[in-house]
């Protein structure tokens, strides 16, 4: 057992065999609550949970101790359900308290009840029942005599609401679960709010799923595989796709307003993200009658094929940087090649997702082939990681949740994985670079987004001969980047995604002052209301710095110099990530060299943050397992089946 497994959350994992789904065990103590003061001079208090500063940019932690150790989910085989306790988590180290998102409990007794429950089991197939407030729980059979005909499909009456944008007015958004393209309640009836970073106020509170909710978005997915999905020709799955995109782009100017209200983003990259995430459904939508297999000649007496089948049910798991992108990156492959999915939003933006649902549903799905859910990925997460229905889980977020679906995945049915994790890039610029140009270049690889973004280029080395030259120009570029409403014409640069990232991100600036680093720019907080950062840039670091070692995922940046071609490409390789990296140089021959020696899957030269859907994109080393985009990611989501036909007389007589 690894360090760190006893004060682990444990999953409890059936039997193996289509039949169970995995439910977390939650016998543990409720998480220590403490008054803080309300910001803005409110004059209130909130009662807020202390929450670990591991929780990333995922937003999808399943369980983490303060400390950052990754051994904290792990699944053991049934029928044994250990009870562990995780360990009490500490406060963030930044100055504010940190006040996460709560999920608010149903008013009513009749918001409590299953109006969402919908009969999509399959034989053999149980769903976990247990108390809303998330004391342990056991397995229980449900048969179908179980659920009467009137509660097989009850749709929630109120899953939607009015909400409006500064740049678009009013419009209307979902806020259920969407099971079986149908907007339904949770089970429990919870619900939790989404806040709002620009103001820290809530937006509108969105309907919770919980395992019994991920159970019935499972069947109603699996009964789509195995029936009428199964029999949809390839051209049509395409053309659902291309419809889609079609739906996104009369749909471009609500879904980055939805966007920026949400994540924060600037409306100009949110618009941006909205463009290239239609352009990704209709690449994949493209592929969908363009995968093939191979006729195989081995000897005369015998025909040999291959086929490329889909994999099944598809659990995903999306982060909160680029919402809207992301969902496109996991659902156009999968589809593409047959699958049906599961997809679980960041609780932190939930609503382009949920907006897109009405969208697939006009675009000409059928039931059961796309489910979203919204929830919290230490209840909804954890059980699409260990459903023993579910055959494939993709994540994109933090290396240690990353490690923590990989347990649950292996200690469960063995499901097929894959992962797009964290980063610490290197963004590395030679004495004979056009140095305003790479000045452009490092300051959108390490500023867009906020710093929130996994390849960001958080460490910036300038050859010795214009480092003096590049500092000083790169603070007078950074200090150009307009922060504020995301919603103006001319920002840049938003608010971060919520209290408890704004707390972390400040927690390693403060960490790198006190490690003797020297602020540039920056280093404090941005205005009074909101979740703002300044632009933030240190020199005077070492390479055992903590500020050059983890993921910061906010608008920070360190800078050092090296001498060689070598000390290049010695730094750039440092860390245990290996997702991105950028060469800037004039000298072609120095290009290519530096890029076939850093090791990450992705090296950018004479540029920063290019990403294309026909690209493949992903990790070496800690950064992930496989790869998204372009033809490459159509292998995360299919599986190659071997048929052999003999044709001569009996071989032996």
Partial sequence: AEEGEDDAASVAAPARGRGKAATTNKKAAAPAKKAAPARGGRGKKKVVEEESDEEEEDGDILMADSDGDDSQLFVQPAPKQASRKPAARKASPAKRAPAPRKPAQAKSSAAAKSQSRLDFSQPNFSQSRGPANGTSKKIQEISDDDISDEDAFEPAPSTATTLETPSTGKYEQPTGLFINNEWVKGVDGKTFETINPTNEKPIVAVHEATEKDVDIAVSAARKAFEGEWRKVDSGTRGRNLTNLADLMEKHFDTLAAIESLDNGKALAMAKVDVNAAAGCIRYYGGWADKIHGKVIDTNSETFNYTKQEPIGVCGQIIPWNFPLLMWSWKIGPAIACGNTVVLKSAEQTPLSALYMCNLIKEAGFPPGVIN????????????????????????????????????????????????????????????????????????????????????????????????????????????????????????????????????????????????????????????????????????????????????IFGPVCSIAKFKTEDDAIRVGNSTTYGLAAAVHTSNLNTAIRVSNALRAGTVWVNQYNMLHHTLPFGGYKESGIGRELGEAALANYSQTKTVTIRLGDALFG
Avoid at 385 to 393: G, L, Q, T
């Fill in 372 to 551: 979203i859910l919204s929830g919290f990925g230490k209840i909804a997460g954890a059980a699409i990681s260990a459903h023993m229905d579910i055959d494939k889980v993709a994540f994109t977020g933090s290396t240690v949740v990353g490690r923590q679906i990989m347990r649950a995945a292996a200690g469960s049915n063995l499901k097929k994985v894959t992962l797009e994790l964290g980063g610490k890039s290197p963004n590395i610029v030679f004495d004979d670079a056009d140095i305003d140009n790479a000045i452009s270049w490092v300051n959108f690889g390490i500023f867009f987004n906020h710093g929130q973004c996994c390849c960001a280029g958080s460490r910036v080395y300038v050859q010795e001969g214009i480092y003096d030259k590049f500092v000083e120009k790169f603070k007078e570029r950074a200090q150009k980047n307009k922060v504020g409403d995301p919603f103006a014409e001319d920002t840049f640069q938003g608010p971060q995604v919520s209290q408890l990232q704004y707390d972390r991100i400040m927690g390693y600036i403060d960490h790198g002052k006190k490690e003797g680093a020297k602020v540039e720019i920056g280093g404090e907080r941005h205005g009074k209301e909101g979740y703002f950062i300044q632009p933030t840039i240190f020199s005077n670091v070492s390479e055992d710095m903590k500020i050059m070692q983890e993921e």
